[in-house]
């Protein structure tokens, strides 16, 4: 089976940019989380969804939003993006069963330059 | 405010040297204290859940053990693929985790 899949890998942008990022769930998960990873720190809640309904926030300006689809697949947006927003997006996926027991995509590296 | 902190920061040992991780927690409540071993340029990946103080798991080389306050994680005649960054979690409500900074394990043969 696939694991969570993320898209893209890699971005760069510039300060004002906007970006989404997306996201897959292991198959038969509903729940999905974002975390933002700064290098050298462990990853930050950002969000919560759960059958497209908002679960959590972290301590995330405005600037973050994010939405959940039927398939349980999810977006992750980041507007008018600063130098600090540089991290790895992680996104997780979580069964009804075991909610802290995330498995994580790989990853979204963003660059804001 | 529940926080996460883990020590030491970097750790090397060699091929065959058994030590361990310290994660000490603060936190209203404990619902799960999770382990979570993370390569390079990768998601962390899921390694163990803790539920209650006195608890133990073991998965190959790693066994993690929980009290009240922290919990550990022994890393048996470690070999160079355990390198790897070593996070642990504790849970506030669903998916919300609060990670320590990690351990950064290298094993060298």
């Known amino acids: 089976d696939a694991g969570v899949t993320q898209s893209p890998t890699h971005l760069i942008k510039t300060r004002g940019q906007q970006v989404t990022l997306r996201c897959s769930p292991i198959s038969g998960h509903k729940s999905v989380s974002w975390y933002q990873q700064v290098l050298g720190q462990g990853p930050q809640f950002i969000f919560q969804?759960?059958?497209?309904?908002?679960?959590g926030r972290g301590n995330f300006p405005d600037r973050f939003s994010a939405r959940q689809f039927p398939n349980y697949s999810s977006e992750l947006n980041v507007n008018a993006l600063l130098l600090g927003d540089s991290a790895l997006y992680l996104c997780?996926?979580?069964?009804?069963?075991?909610?802290?027991?995330?498995?994580f995509g790989e990853g979204s590296r963003l660059t804001v330059l | 405010e529940d926080q996460v902190t883990q020590s030491p920061e970097a750790l090397r040992l060699q091929e065959g040297e058994s030590s361990s991780l310290n994660c000490s927690y603060t936190v209203s409540g404990l619902r799960g204290l999770f382990w979570y071993r993370q390569d390079p340029g990768k998601g962390p990946e899921f390694l163990f859940t803790?539920?209650?103080a006195g608890e133990e798991k073991e998965k190959e080389r790693l066994k993690a053990t929980l009290t009240k306050k922290e919990s550990f994680l022994h890393i048996t005649a470690p070999k160079p693929e355990d390198s790897a960054t070593y996070l642990c979690?504790?849970?506030?409500?669903?998916?919300?985790?609060?990670f320590g900074a990690g351990t950064i394990l290298r094993v060298k043969s």
């Open positions: 979690a504790v849970q506030v409500y669903g998916n919300k985790l609060v």
């Open positions: 969804y759960y059958e497209k309904e908002e679960r």
């Open positions: 803790l539920y209650s």
């Open positions: 997780a996926s979580s069964s009804d069963r075991a909610a802290g027991e995330l498995f």
